[in-house]
């Protein structure tokens, strides 16, 4: 087990007091035992905190007099303790931030506004809010070549044959994406010259234009889209005459019971356990009414018989 070593705290020691000790008093670190250090008399620390507490300007709060900064010796902190400590700390920084800082972000918010016509292209982000995660690099942008400029059918066409299974027939969209690199500027960076490099390979005029091949889109599988009846949707005359029918077979309903037609199910019920009861009741009864065998007598009856007698 470590020796304590004392701890020597100051609140609002000006810096000529802590100069008044002799240079020759300041000890180094030693590996000099509590013995040895207490018989040595450069290493007094009680008399060091006297001549600080009767220098002007030192003072000492109502829970720290030297007295008490004498005794701190044997309940010095352990290493376990100064890390919750730290945290400690940490957690009131991060709140002294959402007291202070936090609320003047409002003033750097900014108004949403539709993305542009000439803004083709629309990027997606990641984010997990300051965590390291490895999604969080991905970087995904999708658009349109219909509104791509400067584009004639041709090229269009020949664009979207490059772009390969990356096209959406339904939606009219290719999507790429990429998580390649370490950082989202690096994966948008690589995105953004595959963009470039498929329209410059779209519109040179010295490359196949591939016109021979066709279209390949086996690789979308298109959802399916059920579509209701027009009879279906809920009008104002379709309500009332759901009602009318709702009124009329609860009415039906009411006369049924009055006159009795109606089946209970709880009757129902209630008739069959009589039945059971009266089909379990039936053995019992004829048991009891059985006479007693008469005739020769078992083992077991003549113990009994022999008993009874004595």
Known sequence: MATPFKRIRLRATPAPI?????SAQCRPFSSATPAQASQDPSHDDNAYLDTLASQPGVKYSSTESPEDLRKLGATEMSSLAHRELEQHRELREMVRLAAWEMPLL?????????PKEEQVLRWRYTTYLGESHPAARKVVVDFKPGALPDLNEQQREKLLKLAGPRYNPST????????????QAQNKRYLADTI??????????????FADIPLDT?????KKVFKFPDSWIMTPERRAQLEEK???????????VEEDKLVSGLKAIEEARKIEVKKAEQPIMAEARQPLPRGKVGKKEMGQQRGANR
Not at 196 to 209: F, G, R
């Open 172 to 183: 009219k969209t290719v999507k790429m994406s990429c998580e390649s690199f370490e950082t």
């Open 218 to 222: 086996r690789h979308h599988k298109p």
């Open 18 to 22: 802590l100069q008044t000790r002799p």
């Open 246 to 256: 709702r009124t009329a077979s609860m009415l039906e309903e009411g006369k049924k």
């Open 106 to 114: 409002s003033q750097l918010s900014k108004p949403f506004e539709k």
């Open 196 to 209: 470039h490099n498929l329209i410059a390979e779209a519109t040179d005029p010295k490359a196949d234009s």
